[in-house]
T-cell receptor, first 113, second 114 residues
Framework: DTGVSQDPRHKITKRGQNVTFRCDPI?????LYWYRQTLGQGPEFLTYFQNEAQLEKSRLLSDRFSAERPKGSFSTLEIQRTEQGDSAMYLCASSPRQGHIQYFGAGTRLSVL | DAKTTQPPSMDCAEGRAANLPCNHSTISGNEYVYWYRQIHSQGPQYIIHGLKNNETNEMASLIITEDRKSSTLILPHATLRDTAVYYC???????????????FGQGTRLTINP
């Protein structure tokens, strides 16, 4: 499968714990996006990487959230001191250098108890 | 700050054409219209996009009005597997490097009935 891969697919954690999600974009896609989707709503933009540089962050991305893409390939999204309001689907998308279509992974569903 | 308006839900009989409308009256001259769909528990899937001409691919057709204030996505022969939430999106440019964030609304929940 050469699509966008996200791991894990599901994560259940207790309030206050830290969690980390991974996204592997389509090979050679230099642009990578993170979105968050809560129940019944459309996805909301969180942050954008071009290669290893994080070029844009939404105000939705509080100080407890951090994203990295150290070598310009895979990316991680970490949430520290999780809260119940962080429960959502976290989606990753990638697009090629010359293209504009974003290809999404299946997402990581986070449940904070 | 979604720039599009869609009906919350629609039904269509299997085998018939599904026509999904979208209003984007504030669209700018250089903004594209994108359509994505999301099947339950999956990530959004790209369907089609257009600027001002009608477009067709293996999945669907996109009809954009001459004033570009609205569009219609057409699934010519709907199947049960087309049941999904369909999002009409106007692309938002983020930076000089050409990055875009997609601003999703709540979409249209399309149900294909046997």
């Amino acid at each position: 499968d050469t699509g966008v891969s996200q791991d894990p697919r599901h994560k259940i954690t207790k309030r206050g714990q830290n969690v980390t999600f991974r996204c592997d974009p389509i090979s050679e896609h230099n642009r990578l996006y993170w979105y968050r989707q809560t129940l019944g709503q459309g996805p909301e933009f969180l942050t954008y990487f071009q290669n290893e540089a994080q070029l844009e962050k939404s105000r939705l991305l509080s100080d407890r959230f951090s994203a990295e893409r150290p070598k310009g390939s895979f990316s991680t999204l970490e949430i520290q001191r999780t809260e119940q309001g962080d429960s959502a689907m976290y989606l990753c998308a990638s697009s090629p250098r010359q293209g504009h279509i974003q290809y999404f992974g299946a997402g990581t569903r986070l449940s904070v108890l | 700050d979604a720039k599009t308006t869609q009906p919350p839900s629609m039904d269509c009989a299997e085998g018939r054409a599904a026509n999904l409308p979208c209003n984007h009256s504030t669209i700018s001259g250089n903004e594209y219209v994108y359509w994505y769909r999301q099947i339950h528990s999956q990530g959004p899937q790209y369907i089609i996009h257009g600027l001002k001409n009608n477009e067709t691919n293996e999945m669907a057709s996109l009809i954009i009005t001459e004033d570009r204030k609205s569009s219609t996505l057409i699934l010519p022969h709907a199947t049960l597997r087309d049941t999904a939430v369909y999002y009409c999106i106007v692309r938002v440019t983020l930076s000089a490097q050409g990055a875009q964030k997609l601003v999703f609304g709540q979409g249209t929940r399309l149900t294909i009935n046997p």
